[in-house]
C-alpha cells in the first residue's frame, strides 16, 4: 500500500512514475539474434540481486506511489524459485498494486501458468516472432516453438490473458504479421508488434531488419481498417481497434514515433541498478547501499535516480551505427 508519510515517484520534468519493470534475471535459454549475442557472457551470481532483495525493494517501491510492476529478464521464468517472488509481490494485487504481470518466452510457461495465475498475476506477454518452427528456431538460434505454444494453451486454461509480442523484422517475419493478426485472435490474444532497438552488440547488424511500423501499419490497412483505441496497460504500445477482429493491436514505436512525454517507467536491473529510460547509460546502483544499510540507505538514491530521468530516449539506426546504448535488452529488462 502506497504510504502516505513518503513522497510520491515525480521526476523533475513532473512525469509521476508509477510503473517498475524489474529484470530478475540476465540470462535466458534462447538466444534472439536482436536480443543476444550468440556467445553471452552473464553476470556473476552474487551480483545479481537475491529473491529476498527484489521483493524488499519491491516493497519499497509500492510504499512510493508503484502501481505497476512488470517482472521480466533474461528469461523470468528461468530463475530458479522465481514463482516465490511472484507471490511473495503478487500478495500486494489489490492492495496498493494495482498489476503484477511478467514477459516471458513462453518455453517454461507450460509448467509455471496456473501458479502464477494463483499468485494474482492476470495478464502475460509472450514473445513470439514467427509461427513457423524453423523461423522461430533461427530468430532464437535454435528455440523449439512446441513448449512456447504448449505455454500458451496453459495460459490461456489458467485463464491467464495474453498478449504476443512480436518484433517486426524485415526479411525475416514482415509476411507474417498479418496472419500473426488472425492467429492471435483465432486464440482470444492481442497483437503487439515491436520496431527493433539498438540495445547492446549482437554480433548482427539491426539495420539489415529494421522495419519501421508505420509502413507495417499501412500495409495491414490495404486489409483491414485500423482505429486507434484509448486502451492502454501501462507501458508504451498504442493500440488499435481492428476492423472485423476482437484481437486489439499494439504497437511499440521507439524509432519512428517516441513516446517520452508520458513515460511512467523506471527499470531496475538483475543487479539492482535503476535506470529511468531504456535508452540512456545514466543509472544509480542500489545494491551495494542496499547491502550496507538496507532500505533506509535505498530511498535517497531512488530520489537521485527520479532527477536522472531524462526528457527523451534518442534511438537511431543506421548502417554501422553503435548501439545506443551497450547494455543488452535482457540485462535491462525489455
Ligand atoms: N525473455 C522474455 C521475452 O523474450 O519475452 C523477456 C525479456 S525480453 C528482453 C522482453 C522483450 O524485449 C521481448 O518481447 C523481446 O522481443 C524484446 N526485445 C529484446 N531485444 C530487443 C530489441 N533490441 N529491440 C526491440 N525489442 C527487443
Ligand atoms: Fe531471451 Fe527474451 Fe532476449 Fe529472446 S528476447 S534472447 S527470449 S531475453
Known sequence: MADPGRTALTDALGRRISYLRISVTDRCDLRCRYCMAERMTFLPRDQILTLEEIALLADLFIARGVRRIRLTGGEPLVRRD?????????????????????????????????????????????????????????????????????????????????????????????????????????????????????????????????????????????????????????????????????????LITPLTHNFCADCNRMRMTCEGKILMCLGHEDHVDLKAAFRQGGLPAVE?????????????????????????????MSVTGG
Open 300 to 328: 535517497p538514491l531512488i530520489d537521485r535516480a527520479l532527477r536522472l530521468k531524462p526528457a527523451a530516449h534518442d534511438f537511431r539506426i543506421g548502417a554501422g551505427a553503435a548501439p545506443a546504448v551497450r547494455r543488452h
Open 82 to 250: 522465481i514463482i516465490d517472488l511472484v507471490r511473495r509481490i503478487g500478495r500486494h494485487v489489490g492492495a496498493g498494486l494495482d498489476e503484477l504481470t511478467l514477459t516471458t518466452n513462453g518455453t517454461r510457461l507450460a509448467h509455471h501458468a496456473q501458479a502464477l495465475a494463483d499468485a494474482g498475476v492476470r495478464r502475460v506477454n509472450v514473445s513470439l516472432d514467427s509461427l513457423d518452427p524453423e523461423r522461430f528456431a533461427h530468430v532464437t538460434r535454435n528455440g523449439d516453438i512446441r513448449p512456447v505454444l504448449e505455454g500458451l494453451a496453459a495460459a490461456r486454461a489458467a485463464g491467464l490473458a495474453v498478449k504476443i509480442n512480436m518484433v517486426a523484422l524485415k526479411g525475416v517475419n514482415e509476411d507474417e504479421i498479418l496472419p500473426m493478426l488472425h492467429w492471435c485472435d483465432d486464440q482470444g490474444f492481442d497483437l503487439t508488434l515491436i520496431e527493433t532497438m539498438p540495445l547492446g552488440e549482437t554480433g548482427e547488424d539491426r539495420t539489415d531488419h529494421y522495419l519501421p511500423l508505420t509502413q507495417v501499419a499501412d500495409s495491414i490497412r490495404r486489409h483491414r481498417a485500423l482505429a486507434p483505441i484509448p486502451h492502454r496497460t501501462g507501458g508504451p504500445a498504442r493500440y488499435h481497434a481492428v476492423d472485423g477482429l476482437k484481437a486489439r493491436l499494439g
